[in-house]
């Protein structure tokens, strides 16, 4: 590293020590670059393959406020992709080329979303359960260090709590309802659970990006950390459902002030990150087909755009002549 | 215009929305593109929340109790007033903007009507409400309309066809049945047919811009507002009703 | 980049009568007209907005990060510019 880098590294360091923002234009390692466009990228994946599992319930929506409801949240999802994708664009790439790579299998995305969606009551639990366990996660965020995902991260965090709001409301109606409703509750509860832990990744000593993302405080808490936060918080909130958590290990322990929960299935967790989930196909296909099945339209619209500006461009100089 | 045929007319101006916003709604996840995504969740938010609105007054005037979802979720589809302009397929993006266009012109003039009535003023403020929101339809499905026609070969190809394909249902938007010339004696509807110059001036107008051709007025299918529907809203409307009518008891 | 990409549009919005345009993102549009419409639902979907910009990102010129120093630290020794350097009295602190 020539004398001039070390001196902009050491800055940058001093900056991010001093909790600064560090904005599109600053200098930055090339691999804080990659970090953030490889982070960012998969949280931006995330929000718009996590439209699917959800939007598989918008047309049959048991009453109107319900449908207008999960609209509501599913257009959120995509606000938020979208606000990342802007985000990762500072970075100097651009959406095609991530999207891309989310297309090709090269990109990951959140592994929750490869899961399915079989009753109504399972938006009741993504909305608490999933979108609960990334508050957890997006909070620290609006305080990372790069300035446009911090910002993004803000905007996110407001919309957000109104998606775990309607997913708990909904349940608390199924789990106070019918018999039908209660165990359409509570068999949502048991497939979404685990996965819902998993959500937080492996433990960090498992996890290869943590610590140097700790350091450039991208990431504030450790995995570990905000799982344990998270059981914390919802396990009493499955009690005032009058539901079950499906884990016979669950205990509270007076002596650490925590939830001890049972083992986690890695496994299970590994083999859907690499594609053997029960959604995985589906989700990828769904995407690449609207992408590809959308070429037409988009391209139809770069046309009109350049054809239009030609047009004003002939007669201005019409005019001018 | 008997109670029976003022319940029907605001069942009718529900019905095309609640079926246009469905069809809306099979798009969220799969459009061309993010920022179009959104804008077409928008367009069918804004539909179901018409829908909402109509069906609430509806169910007031008929006085029998049924609420928004009741009327919602426990018709059959031949008691579905809709035009069977909505409950055509999405097929691709550009027979699904040809059809929002070619309604959102008609919606616009019969909501500037029934915002401005005073036989119904509750309706009337459900549709002044619902003026905005379809004047933004109407910017966007138009410009939509004109970036196609006016885009590259295929797209203009696409949606030369999809014109043909759809302009054989926007006869029965002007054509009045017995509720329709009801509600128009009383004041409640417009005349339907006198806003069929308009809109051909209006919509003509767009598809000018957009390089394509006005198709020519041959046979009209009709039979939505009696009823008599086309395949399709049989299995829109199953979908749609399922839980309600699968668990009867519960409330959501 | 593909010609067939759409370019990127930042996007300002004046949430309130009497604030200025404040910068909220950006976003992917053929033209303007759809920026503006775009930018509506993306960013005013809670009431937030009175007006919107879009303005073509490549049409924005920043200042260089290397030039802040240069371009800003000036101002810094400049207290006199701020009111709170002025002690007054009491009965005309107001001012």
Redesign the interface.
């Known amino acids: 590293m020539s004398p001039v880098e070390m001196n902009l590294e050491a800055r940058f360091e001093a900056y991010v020590a001093e909790d600064k923002k560090i904005e599109p234009k600053d200098w930055m390692p090339d691999a804080y670059r990659k970090t953030l466009i490889r982070q960012i990228s998969q949280h931006a994946h995330s929000e718009i393959v996590g439209m699917l599992p959800e939007g598989n319930w918008i047309t049959r929506a048991p009453s109107l406020k319900r449908k207008a409801i999960l609209l509501a949240k599913v257009q959120d999802e995509a606000g938020h992709g979208l606000y990342l994708y802007s985000a990762c664009e500072t970075l100097g790439v651009s959406r095609d080329e991530v999207l891309n790579d989310l297309h090709s299998g090269k990109a990951k995305y959140s592994s929750i979303f490869n899961y399915p969606t079989l009753n109504w009551a399972d938006i009741g639990a993504v909305g608490w359960l999933v979108d609960g366990a990334a508050i957890m996660n997006q909070v620290p965020l609006c305080k990372c260090s790069y300035g446009p995902y911090a910002r993004a991260m803000v905007r996110v965090c407001k919309e957000e709590s109104f998606h775990q709001r309607q997913g708990f409301q909904i349940m608390l109606t199924m789990a106070e309802g019918t018999p039908d409703q209660k165990a359409m509750a509570q068999d949502a509860l048991n497939r979404w659970w685990w996965p819902a832990l998993m959500m937080f990744g492996p433990s960090d000593a498992d996890s290869p990006h943590s610590a140097q993302s700790m350091k450039w405080n991208i990431k504030r808490f450790s995995n570990d950390e905000l799982r344990q936060k998270f059981v914390d918080m919802t396990v009493p909130q499955a009690e005032l459902l009058g539901l079950t958590v499906p884990d016979p290990d669950l205990r509270w322990n007076e002596a650490r002030g925590h939830y001890d929960f049972g083992p986690i299935d890695w496994e299970e967790f590994f083999q859907v990150i690499q594609g053997n989930g029960p959604c995985n196909k589906e989700r990828l296909d769904a995407r690449r087909t609207a992408h590809e099945r959308g070429a037409w339209v988009r391209d139809a619209a770069a046309a009109h755009a350049k054809k239009s500006a030609a047009r004003r461009a002939n007669t201005s100089e019409t005019h001018a002549a | 215009m008997t109670p029976e045929q003022h319940f029907q007319a605001i069942l009718r101006v529900g019905d095309d929305a609640?079926v246009l916003g469905?069809r809306l709604?099979?798009w969220?996840?799969?459009?061309?593109?993010?920022?179009?995504?959104?804008?077409l969740?928008?367009i069918?938010?804004d539909l179901?929340?018409q829908?909402?609105g109509a069906?609430t007054r509806a169910g007031s005037l008929e006085g029998k109790g049924r609420d928004?979802?009741q009327l919602?979720?426990f018709r059959t589809d031949r008691e579905f007033q809709n035009v069977l302009l909505v409950e055509r397929p999405n097929g691709?993006?550009?027979d699904t903007i040809v059809r929002q266009m070619l309604f959102d012109a008609f919606s616009l003039a019969r909501l500037e009507w029934l915002a401005q009535q005073t036989v119904d003023l509750e309706l009337a403020a459900v549709a002044a409400k619902a003026v905005k929101e379809v004047r933004?339809h109407w910017?966007?499905s138009s410009?939509w309309v004109?970036?196609?026609g006016?885009?590259?070969d295929?797209?203009h190809a696409?949606v030369q066809q999809s014109l043909e394909d759809l302009w054989p249902f926007t006869g029965e938007l002007f054509t009045s049945d017995d509720v329709d010339r009801a509600a128009a004696a009383a004041g409640l509807f417009p005349v339907l047919e006198d806003l069929q110059a308009p809109w051909v001036d209006r919509v003509k107008a767009v598809l000018d811009e957009a390089g394509l051709n006005t198709p020519e007025n041959g046979w009209m299918q009709r039979g939505g507002k009696q009823g008599i529907h086309s395949e399709h809203l049989g299995y829109?409307l199953a979908?749609?009703q399922?839980?309600?009518r699968t668990?009867p008891?519960?409330?959501? | 980049m593909s010609s067939h990409e759409w370019p990127l549009w930042e996007i300002f919005v004046r949430s309130r009568q009497g604030l200025g345009h404040k910068h909220v993102g950006s976003l992917h549009a053929a033209d303007a007209e759809m920026a503006i419409s775009n930018a509506r639902d993306v960013y005013t979907r809670r009431q937030e907005g009175v007006s919107i910009w879009v303005v073509p990102a490549a049409a924005i010129t920043a200042s260089s990060p290397d030039d802040k120093d240069a371009l800003f630290d000036p101002a810094n020794d400049k207290v006199y510019r701020h009111p709170t350097f002025y002690q007054l009295p009491d009965e005309v602190n107001h001012m």
Not at chain 2, 249 to 252: E, F, L, P, R
Request: glycine letters at 8%; aromatic letters at 10%; proline letters at 4%.
């Open positions: 609640l469905q709604s099979e969220c996840g799969h459009g061309p593109v993010l920022e179009e995504d959104i804008a969740t928008n069918a938010l179901i929340g829908a909402r069906y928004e979802d919602a979720y691709h993006f550009g933004y910017s966007h410009q004109v970036r196609l006016d885009g590259t295929e797209s696409k829109m979908e749609m399922v839980l309600p668990y008891d519960a409330t959501w």
